[in-house]
């Protein structure tokens, strides 16, 4: 939970802006080994386009990993089995995972901020959280910042 509130705190401090993101993907997914999972994230309003999305893990009791930022890209050391992706006709971001293992449960966060702020100049208003218990943990600036998870579990 610590962990949680210093990755949405470090994400808020991060970007100070992005769409307002929902995550359409349930609260908990169940899959099976070896299966494909697919996560979404829509966006509410403007175009997908504009933003860049990025995927986080987080294991329990352990800080997040980035598994895909700038939409597509998979950082060092992440399995191909992740790959992220755009749909310009849905509006939406996906995270898929491919022959999905057991190392793969964990809790998967979907930011977005606005391609064309720059971090250094990004407007931090005040912010409200919700509880990750919830089905989205939510950070809000005057920019409008939001970041969604969803669980994977594999049985």
Not at 11 to 23: E, K
Not at 60 to 67: K, N, Q, V, W
Request: hydrophobic residues 30%.
């Amino acid at each position: 939970m610590t962990w949680t509130l210093l990755f949405l705190a470090f994400l808020y401090h991060l970007t100070g802006s992005c769409a307002q993101v929902v995550l359409t993907q349930p609260k908990s997914v169940s899959t099976s080994l070896e299966s494909t999972v697919k996560l979404s994230c829509k966006l509410n309003s403007g175009n997908i386009g504009s933003y860049y999305i990025h995927w986080y893990q987080q294991h329990e009791g352990r800080s997040p990993t980035t598994m895909i930022y700038r939409d597509d890209k998979r950082p060092d050391g992440v399995p191909d089995r992740f790959s992220g992706s755009i749909d310009s006709s849905s509006n939406s971001a996906f995270l898929t995972i491919n022959n999905v293992q057991t190392e793969d449960e964990a809790i998967y966060f979907c930011h977005s901020y606005d391609s064309s702020i720059n971090h250094s100049d990004a407007n931090h208003g005040g912010s409200k959280t919700k509880s990750p218990q919830s089905t989205s943990c939510e950070i809000y600036s005057e920019k409008n910042y939001c970041c969604f998870m969803s669980s994977v579990k594999v049985l």
